[in-house]
Structures are given as structure tokens and as C-alpha cells.
């Protein structure tokens, strides 16, 4: 069988570090990029005697998801330990919400299809571990070292449903996650830093089946691109280890960015034991209606609300609507400006053009730039009542994007100004008219062709005479007159 | 009834917890056990398919605290005390296998 014989089916649990002050269960600050071990303290590091006790902004978040993702939230969860022996957590276990989560039973809306979300519970992360030896790869490691300080952040597992089968599908599915996830205001969501992290499970079925195949988790992807690449690449070596007689074997792999590649990693002796058990000091979360109701309020519009919106006001494509929603800031932006009087459709175009492209080249956010929304408001009424011409509102727009000034100041300095006096334009077409006698010739005698690239040239020419602020359409007009 | 507990799942058990037993002392457990396990048994006979578990024994629910930052410890205090230290982290033995 071909690879076009089969199906692939995949499931996508994604962890998402919530953005609280402190940590699930002690006061210590949940901070990226802290000096190692500087927030630790007895609870988290599990210290005897200590005691955890839940952080009711968890909580709040926990259930702003719950609402975001169109869950069921029952009325008690509990926690459990994880019992386990690695030092990553320095309590040998890891609390974590195991058959009775904050959430259960959502979906999502990808595209039109709607994917199922199994749960979506409370835990803790774990610390980081630094392997010394043997160039950093664990198995060859002299010895490890460890940081506490992410060992107790608050995480949310949010886990899919089966129910994906294309690497686009899942891309998809995490990148409408991520956006609504932002919405809410949960997470800082950023893949590149770890605040967000993706594990696939794969398999892949003869088309037609509907038992599943055995499943590969894969690891370690930290963009949406490399979740594609290696979603496409695992679905290929399952292909074709099966086609060659071989059994896909259930186990995580590693995704490899550099080489492009999964591989198994060497798994762990005996078979995984838990050891699950009711975390015995912490009691039961029931969430209130009172609770529900402040998580419902808190929560905004909704990425495909907000598109849906921008289209139907703005009259702006769906492609555009969604280039603004998911890029971090952008809608916002684009709200405020409109706010400020701005078409929505001028505005549109501005922020997915040159604002983003800026954006990308220099690799700075929007809230580092001069450029405000009612700057940029102010440009698209300097370009609709005719000031400027759509190529001068762009170097404009350059300079507001580098420097703290106002497009009308730009325009003041740099004398851009669109003329679009007639008598003044005129008098420049007549003065380039006079000057190109023999064009004008050529213009007259030549056939179709001859006369669009002769015209082509004196309006050249004639935009050159006006230092680029004569008004284009008035410009064409008075050379048509003169010419026919 | 069949042993409620084998030899194997106490030695499973021990290996899991990191305890390294002899004989006699697995021996010993697996009886000790059984005996707990028994107990755990009189109960199984009673009906209770209308009682939920109980997770936890007091009748509390959402204890909570505020999302407000409390001064954490001091580093060189906290790692004087562990048995090896590098790096200002905790210096742990070569871990084999995957963090789970
Ligand atoms: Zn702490």
C-alpha cells in the first residue's frame, strides 16, 4: 500500500504555564529567566511539614478555559500524586489532576470541524535539569544539576480527542488554541520559550479502519512549524515501517529540528507504575456559580468572534481577519485605530502589510514601535482626503514605524504633500510635453503597444517633474487630454 | 479466596518505593500485608455501590489563597543543605531514563 492508503490519526495534549503571579501551590514567584533556586521555598520544595495550598487564580484560569472550550466543569475535582523517582520535582511525586479533572468533555472549531477536547486538568510543572558530562545528553552524563524554580509553576494540560489527521489539521487546532488561549488572557502562550508545549500522539490506520493504530508520542517540537515537520515526518517512517513488515511499538520519541528526524528513546526499565493516589493535604475544588460567573465575565471576545466581526464591519477578507487576530497585538491595534476614526478596510491594510512586514524583518513587537493607533489613524486621513498618495503614505508610514513622529509632522518636513492643484499640474504636463516633441511623435503614430510604453514614459516623466507629490489620477487625466 | 497479595507484587512494590528487602523481609511483608489487604476485604462485602469515594476525610471544599507573592528562601541557605551543590543548583546523581 501506498502512504495514500493510509490514514493517520492523531491526538495533541498541549501544556500551557499559566500567567499567575505565584506558583500552584506556594507563594514563590512564577518567573521565566529567573537566577536558578532563587523562588523556592519549603512547599515546593517539598520540605516535611509543609503544606500546599491551592492558588485561587488557578483556579479562575481553569475555569475561563473551561468556558473558552465550551467544557463541562463537574461539580468537585481532585488532585493526586504522581508518585514517581526522578529529580525533577524534588517531592518524588508530581500533583496532578488525574481521574477527575477541572474540565472535561470540549471542543474546539478548526476550520469549520469541530474537535473534541477530552479534558483539560490542573497541575504542577516540574524543575529543569541541567546534565553535565558527556555533551549534555543524558545517557552519557557524568551527573545532573537541577533549578526548582519551575518546579510548582501552575500548568494546564489541555488534551485532545483522536480526532485529527493532517499535520495542517493539527497546526491548526494548536494555533486556534494558542489564539483563544491569549484571548482569555491565561497564558503568554509562547512555544519558543516553553510556556507552551505540544506532544503528538501518532498512528496511522489502512483508510477504512476504524480501530487504532499503535501510537508514538512525539516530543520536543517548539514551533508550529516544526509540530508540522514532524507530524509529516512521523507519519512517513510509520508508513514505511509498516509497508516493510514492521510493528509501530508504543513509545515517546524526540523530535530532532536539526536533522528533521524522530528517534525512540532508550525507554525507562520496567513499566511505568504511578502509583495514583488522592493528594491526601489538599481538599476538594467545587467550583461555585459565583466562581463560573467571574471566570465567564473575565473572559473577551474570541478570536472567531472577533474575525467574524472585523468581516462583517470592515468588509475585510477572512485571510486578513485572521493575519490580525493572530498576531500577537495586531487586532487590538487595529481596534483602536478604527476607534480613532479610520476605515477599517484602510487600516486592515496597513497593519498586514507594511506594519507587519516590519514587524517580521526587525523581529520587534508592537508595543515597542513609536507608531500609535492614532498615528496610524491619522495617516489613513491624510491618504483619503487626498494629502498624500498611497507611495508617499508608505514612506510615511516608514518614518512613523522608526521614529516618534507624527505622519503630519512627516509631511510639514519632507514637503510631501499630494498637489493635486490642476492648474499647477497642468502647467508641469505642458512643460514635459514641450520638452519630448518626438515622443509625442511616436506616441501619435505608433500602434498599440508603441503608444502605451511612449505614454508609460511621459507620465514617468511628468510623476518626475512633480517630485512624486503630484495626485496620480489628476496627473493622468490632464496627460490624456493633452495627448489624444 | 486466592492470596490477596504474591511475593512478586511486594517485590514489585519495594522496587518502585527503592527499597532494597532480603528474604525473610519480603516474606514477612507479604503476610503482614495479606493481613491488611484481609481487612480491606470486609469491607469489599458490604453494598456501597451508592457511596462515592471518599478522597479526602474532612467535609472542606475550595481552600484557597491568594495569587500574592511571599518572599521565597534564601539560595545559599537552602543548597548548604543539600548533599552536593553545583552550579547554584542541586547536584543529583546521572539519571537514567526519561523524566516521565
Ligand atoms: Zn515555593
Redesign the pocket.
Known amino acids: 500500500m501506498s502512504e495514500a492508503e493510509y490514514e493517520a490519526v492523531m491526538g495533541l495534549e498541549v501544556h500551557v504555564e499559566l500567567a499567575t503571579a505565584t506558583?500552584l501551590?506556594?507563594?514563590?514567584v512564577n518567573e521565566f529567566g529567573s537566577e536558578p533556586n532563587t523562588?523556592?521555598?519549603?512547599?515546593?520544595?517539598g520540605l516535611p511539614g509543609s503544606l500546599p495550598v491551592l492558588n485561587e487564580k488557578v483556579v479562575e484560569f481553569a475555569l475561563r478555559i473551561g468556558e473558552a472550550f465550551h467544557f463541562d466543569v463537574p461539580e468537585r475535582s481532585i488532585f493526586h500524586r504522581k508518585n514517581y523517582f526522578y529529580p525533577d520535582m524534588p517531592k518524588d511525586f508530581q500533583t496532578s489532576q488525574y481521574d477527575s479533572p477541572i474540565c472535561a468533555d470540549g471542543y474546539l472549531e478548526v476550520d469549520g470541524v469541530r474537535i473534541g477536547i477530552e479534558r483539560a486538568h490542573m497541575e504542577e510543572d516540574t524543575g529543569k535539569t541541567t546534565h553535565v558530562g558527556g555533551g549534555g545528553r543524558i545517557h552519557d552524563a557524568d551527573h545532573s544539576n537541577v533549578d526548582y524554580n519551575r518546579a510548582?509553576v501552575p500548568l494546564m494540560e489541555i488534551v485532545s480527542r483522536p480526532e485529527m489527521h493532517t499535520a495542517e489539521q493539527a497546526k491548526g487546532y494548536v494555533s486556534e488554541l494558542r489564539g483563544i488561549l491569549e484571548a482569555i488572557g491565561v497564558s503568554d502562550v509562547k512555544m519558543e520559550e516553553g510556556s507552551m508545549r505540544v506532544d503528538a500522539n501518532v498512528s496511522i490506520r489502512p483508510v477504512g479502519s476504524d480501530t487504532l493504530g499503535t501510537r508514538a508520542e512525539i516530543k520536543n517540537m517548539n514551533s508550529l512549524r516544526s509540530l508540522g515537520r514532524a507530524i509529516e515526518y512521523e507519519i512517513s517512517r510509520q508508513v514505511e515501517l509498516v509497508e516493510s513488515g514492521g510493528r509501530v511499538v508504543q513509545e515517546t520519541r524526540h523530535w530532532d529540528e536539526s536533522a528533521g528526524i524522530t528517534h525512540g528513546m532508550r525507554s525507562k526499565e520496567g513499566s511505568e507504575d504511578y502509583r495514583y493516589f488522592p493528594e491526601p493535604d489538599l481538599v476538594p475544588v467545587a467550583p461555585t456559580d459565583a466562581m463560573r460567573a467571574t471566570a465567564r465575565a473575565a473572559i473577551g471576545e474570541l478570536p472567531a468572534a472577533r474575525r467574524e466581526r472585523m468581516v462583517a464591519q470592515w468588509g475585510i477578507s477572512e485571510t486578513d481577519a485572521r493575519t490580525l487576530v493572530e498576531s500577537p497585538g495586531l487586532a487590538e491595534f487595529a481596534d483602536a485605530t478604527v476607534a480613532a476614526g479610520a476605515p477599517g478596510k484602510d487600516v486592515t491594510n496597513w497593519l498586514s502589510g507594511e506594519v507587519l512586514a516590519y514587524l517580521n524583518e526587525t523581529g520587534l513587537s508592537l508595543a515597542v514601535l513609536p507608531l500609535t493607533p492614532g498615528k496610524l489613524a491619522e495617516l489613513c486621513t491624510l491618504v483619503s482626503d487626498g494629502t498624500l498618495s498611497r507611495n508617499l503614505a508608505k514612506d510615511v508610514l516608514g518614518e512613523c514605524l522608526r521614529e516618534p513622529k507624527d505622519p503630519k509632522a512627516v509631511v510639514a518636513e519632507r514637503g510631501l504633500a499630494q498637489v493635486n492643484d490642476e492648474g499647477e499640474l497642468g502647467a508641469l504636463v505642458d512643460a514635459v510635453l514641450a520638452g519630448n516633441a518626438e515622443t509625442i511623435e511616436e506616441y501619435r503614430n505608433g500602434d498599440d503597444k508603441l503608444r502605451k510604453k511612449k505614454r508609460g514614459f511621459l507620465m514617468g516623466e511628468v510623476m518626475k517633474a512633480s517630485k512624486g507629490s503630484g495626485n496620480p489620477q489628476v496627473l493622468n487625466r490632464l496627460l490624456d487630454e493633452r495627448l489624444n | 479466596m486466592a492470596d490477596p497479595i504474591s511475593r512478586a507484587d511486594v517485590e514489585h512494590v519495594a522496587k518502585l518505593s527503592r527499597l532494597a528487602l532480603t528474604e525473610d523481609e519480603v516474606e514477612h511483608l507479604t503476610r503482614e500485608l495479606a493481613g491488611i489487604l484481609g481487612h480491606a476485604a470486609d469491607i469489599e462485602a458490604l453494598d456501597l455501590d451508592d457511596v462515592p469515594a471518599t478522597a479526602h476525610p474532612l467535609p472542606l471544599v475550595n481552600v484557597l489563597r491568594e495569587d500574592e507573592v511571599r518572599p521565597?528562601l534564601d539560595r545559599a541557605e537552602v543548597l548548604a543543605q543539600a548533599p552536593l551543590a553545583e552550579d547554584d543548583r542541586f547536584r543529583v546523581p546521572r539519571i537514567l531514563g526519561e523524566a516521565p
Do not use: H, W
Request: aromatic share 8%.
Open positions: 506558583k501551590f506556594c507563594g514563590c523562588n523556592i521555598c519549603p512547599v515546593c520544595l510548582g | 521565597s
